[in-house]
């Protein structure tokens, strides 16, 4: 089991940008893929991108080209890069890692975070 922390969240106005992390502690980071979520007010948790033990990502096609997800092994963390936000990308952003194989189903990742708020004002 790993315990993940995101931190970097916050209110930005529409076309603004952040950078989320989440940390990693536990056991080896570098074994897990590590995969970004969200979850609208009302909406149900959504996948956003992820990244895999040698680097390659699969984004969602919302955020395609708005997103960089990247990882610093050595650091035990991965990042999250957002530009030109929208307000349709307000919500709660978790991170989650999973041992196995994962793209954007949640329930291949087992271990997640307690999350981030991020809010996008217009």
């Known amino acids: 089991q790993v315990q993940l922390v995101e931190s970097g969240g916050g209110l930005v106005q529409a076309g603004g940008s952040l950078r989320l992390s989440c940390t990693a502690s536990?056991?080896?980071?570098?074994?897990?893929?590590m995969g970004w979520f969200r979850r609208a007010p009302g909406k149900e948790r959504e996948f956003v991108a992820r990244?895999?033990?040698?680097?390659?990502?699969y984004y969602a096609d919302s955020v395609k080209g708005r997103i960089t997800i990247s990882r610093d092994n050595a650091k035990n963390t991965v990042y999250v890069e957002m530009n030109s936000l929208e307000p349709e990308d307000t919500g709660v952003y978790y991170c989650?890692?999973?041992?196995?194989?994962?793209?954007?189903?949640?329930?291949?990742?087992?271990?997640w975070g307690q999350g981030t708020q991020v809010t996008v004002s217009s």
């Open positions: 989650a890692a999973s041992r196995g194989i994962a793209n954007k189903a949640s329930n291949a990742y087992t271990d």
């Open positions: 536990g056991r080896t980071f570098g074994g897990y893929i």
């Open positions: 990244i895999t033990l040698g680097g390659s990502v």
